[in-house]
């Protein structure tokens, strides 16, 4: 099957599926894809049109260049700062609230530099790859600000408390391994297998249950805030759901067939 060129209505964000995975790159390398107003509602839209899509199965999210991202562009808010931040800040808001709502499993593929706001949202996706020699820094202290883009509700939960205040108030630059030790990616390969290890693994989810992926991403996000009895409750719920998909009479088939389920999504 021939890859799919999305139209995002700028050159600024790139937009591709292939075999269930949209891939979304961020497209400014001269400005280490700094993310201003024109790329958050491109990147919005996309966003939108994913949570409508069921051939959509997976996820990732990458920059092109030198960086993954140096988070929003700071050139937006020099003129009028509080209406651009919020111009900014709404559309990404916007976006983590559906790529953390959707089935499909959600990838961040980092490389060079992760900074501010892109941090913040690699911290967002479920699942993160990152190269050798990745440099990550929160910085938003450096410019005087406090963070968004999820920072303050995904940190915590990746690292620890401790942690994550350590990576918000000192706002010091880490390396890719220390960012594996914390918990802030799950893999680091060599830069130059990255891209084959973050499609293995987008392949290998997108040809799974992804109606069951997407009840295993909710229920994980909202055990923080849900007593034991009621996320039991959501369990049993969701199971039963589960229970009444084609993906999962598909895989009771294939148990007992003893052969590898083919999973449809469905």
Known sequence: MTAQQIDTGTTDLLATLDEGVLTLTLNRPEALNAINVPVAEAFLAQCQAIANDP???????????????????????QTDSANSANALISRLHASVLIL??????????????VAGGSLSLSSACDLAIAAEGTRFNLAYANVAASCDVSGSWSLPRLVGLRNAMQIALLAETFDAQEALRLGLVNRVVPAEALDAEVHALAQRLANGPTQA???LKRLMRQSFETSLPDQLEAE??????????QDFKEALGAFFDKRKPVFQGR
């Open 55 to 77: 051939s959509v199965r997976v996820v990732v999210l990458r920059g092109e260049g030198k960086a993954f991202g140096v988070g929003g562009d700071l050139a937006t808010l």
């Open 100 to 113: 953390s709502s959707i089935n499909a499993p959600v990838i961040a593929s980092l490389h060079g530099v």
């Open 213 to 215: 992926y997407g009840r």
């Open 236 to 245: 049993r719920v969701n199971f039963m759901a589960s229970a009444q998909t």
